[in-house]
């Protein structure tokens, strides 16, 4: 089994349906042999695309995915590299920062590329997103540093996570290339970018958002306050003939008609292999609004 490709905007790139999410690489506490042997494995059920964050790890997931990948220097070809700057948090890699804060200044993204191709083993990035929308961003010089980035061949593709629609806007007026996506909070019991028209952006501009933490960071399988949510994914588990109410989750998320790539978070290789079934999970539309309404605790207005 392995999960099919999809091409995020009309101008590239082509990633796998579901991507690999390194935030949480750390905790996981594999050693660098370990970490390849887990990127192989996921790999070959065709999810090739992984994502990152300078910031991930205070500042060290990129560092042990790069010594990962120094022992099999010939897998980055098979790889897609995802990776996001903007945020600045203070940590004992980072004594200049007294508070956690937001900078998109053109310097602040070209030092945070370059950090991270040197901690990631790799000469360049397949797509680098704007973490966070900073309220001082100024889009023309944000737009300066990704033309640099991209005429040096340091970066492919260009994103951003987390932005409104207008924000969205804002920084596209300002480039002669388009954005190619936009990283989102997606899940049952987070739809706000479902109904505020952030999701519809992305239908009208034809570009393919990344979905974060689509099962709520661990809390919709492990909250008590998600019980009756639960409860319904269960039951329509057993009637789609899914083994995981996370299966269900994700084929909810990819029905939506914006096609959103989930992002997995674990280190288990065998719930790697149990997400990507969910490509095979078919939902009817009384399936998907019956998850709405269990997780909001209403029907349709």
Known sequence: MSVSRILISPEGPQFSRLVMGYWRLLEWQLSPQQLLGFIEQHVELGITTVDHADIYGSYGCETAFGQALKLKPRLRNQLQIVSKCGIALPSAHTPQYRLAHYNSEKSHIQASVDRSLTNLNTDHLDLLLLHRPDLLMNADEVARAFSQLKRSGK??????????????????????????????????????????????????????????????????????????????????????????????????????????????????????????????????????????RAALGRDVD
């Open 155 to 292: 970066v492919r593709h260009f994103g951003v996570s987390n932005f409104t629609p207008s924000q969205f806007d804002l920084l596209q007026s300002r480039l002669d290339f388009p954005l190619v996506t936009n990283q989102l909070e997606v899940s049952p019991i987070r739809q706000q970018s479902i109904t505020d028209g952030t999701l519809d952006q992305c239908q009208q501009q034809q570009f393919k958002p990344m979905a974060w933490s689509c099962l709520g960071g661990g809390a919709l399988t492990k909250a008590p306050a998600y019980q009756p949510l639960r409860d319904e994914l269960a039951q329509i588990a057993l009637e789609v003939d899914a083994s995981s109410i996370a299966q269900v989750v994700f084929a909810w998320v990819m029905m939506l008609p914006s096609h959103p790539l989930p992002i997995l978070g674990t280190g288990k290789i065998e719930r790697v292999r149990q997400a990507v079934q969910a490509e095979n999970v078919v939902l009817s539309r009384q399936h998907w609004y019956r998850i709405r």
